[in-house]
């Protein structure tokens, strides 16, 4: 059974910097693209980043290009979100996910392609 826990929101001022982790249970961890999604409020969740099962690869969303970055750690089953120069448009609940398949060679940004997600932690941006 594959677990996803998050860690790491919290309530910043714009400008602030936040590392959200995802720390994952479950065997095999390195052979699986993991995502990061936010959900504002009122809206549909949305694809903000990604990480191939060796950690060679990324792609982000264009709102956070240049400003977040995402790794793994495959020793310690985690994968990091770090947030930078955070806007009050960041305010979100923010989830990571597991691929559906492992190896996947090209990144997806449909959230229908993972299939395990955590409970999500918040992201509140003040101005």
């Known amino acids: 059974q594959v677990q996803l826990v998050e860690s790491g929101g919290g309530s910043v001022q714009a400008g602030d910097s936040l590392r959200l982790a995802c720390a994952a249970s479950?065997?095999?961890?390195?052979?699986?693209?993991m995502g990061w999604f936010r959900q504002p409020p009122g809206q549909e969740r949305e694809f903000v980043a990604a990480i191939n099962w060796s950690g060679s690869s990324t792609y982000y969303a264009d709102s956070v290009k240049g400003r977040f970055t995402i790794s793994r750690d495959n020793a310690k089953n985690t994968v990091f979100l770090q947030m930078n120069s955070l806007k009050p448009e960041d305010t979100a609940v923010y989830y990571c996910?597991?691929?559906?398949?492992?190896?996947?060679?090209?990144?997806?940004?449909?959230?229908?392609?993972?299939?395990?997600w955590g409970q999500g932690t918040q992201v509140t941006v003040s101005s």
């Open positions: 996910g597991r691929d559906k398949f492992t190896y996947r060679t090209y990144h997806t940004v449909s959230s229908r392609d993972y299939d395990y």
């Open positions: 479950g065997r095999a961890f390195n052979s699986y693209t």
